[in-house]
């Protein structure tokens, strides 16, 4: 009896050490993906001239009937600046004179960023991603008095994102 006990006890403890026991297996699945860093502009909506009461100034500023133009910035990403041009003539009547006229810009934007620009062609940093709506204007005067005529005038914004 003794060998009975004795063997069932063996393979009582056989069977335990040689069970299989089940076990949860888990593994990671990996995306990855590259986002460019991106700033576009949308809805631009140009603005128009007026010519100030002294006649030699052309704005588009309410003050001399004008109006603001308009565009909406946005950015994907953290730190891109914003510039923006002189005002550039695309066409005046002769007689105006361009190169010797004072010209000013100013861009201001609120949304994601409050911005203002008042010296051209310097950037502003445009810290947040996000959407930035931008006014634009412009003023151009001259010594003499502005020549009647038709006028297309622009300034450029530039963005580096």
Do not use: E, W
Not at 38 to 66: E, I, Y
Not at 130 to 147: K, R, Y
Not at 152 to 160: A, E, G, K, R, S
């Amino acid at each position: 009896m003794r060998h009975i006990v004795l063997l069932s006890a063996m393979i009582l403890g056989s069977t335990f050490a040689f069970s299989s026991v089940a076990q949860a297996g888990s593994t990671d699945v990996h995306f990855n993906g590259t986002v460019a860093s991106s700033c576009t502009f949308s809805n631009v909506q140009n603005g128009t001239l007026g010519l100030d009461a002294a006649g030699t100034t052309l704005s588009s500023l309410p003050t001399s009937s004008g109006t603001s133009g308009h565009a909406t910035l946005t950015c994907n990403n953290l730190l891109a600046t914003l510039s923006a041009s002189v005002p550039q003539q695309a066409t005046a009547p002769t007689g105006y004179d361009h190169a010797t006229a004072i010209k000013t810009v100013a861009v201001t934007g609120t949304g994601a960023n409050v911005v203002a620009i008042v010296v051209p062609t310097v950037p502003v940093p445009v810290p947040l991603p996000g959407a930035t709506n931008l006014t634009v204007n412009m003023t151009t005067t001259t010594v003499g008095l502005i020549p009647s005529g038709i006028y297309d005038m622009f300034v450029t914004l530039t963005v580096t994102p």
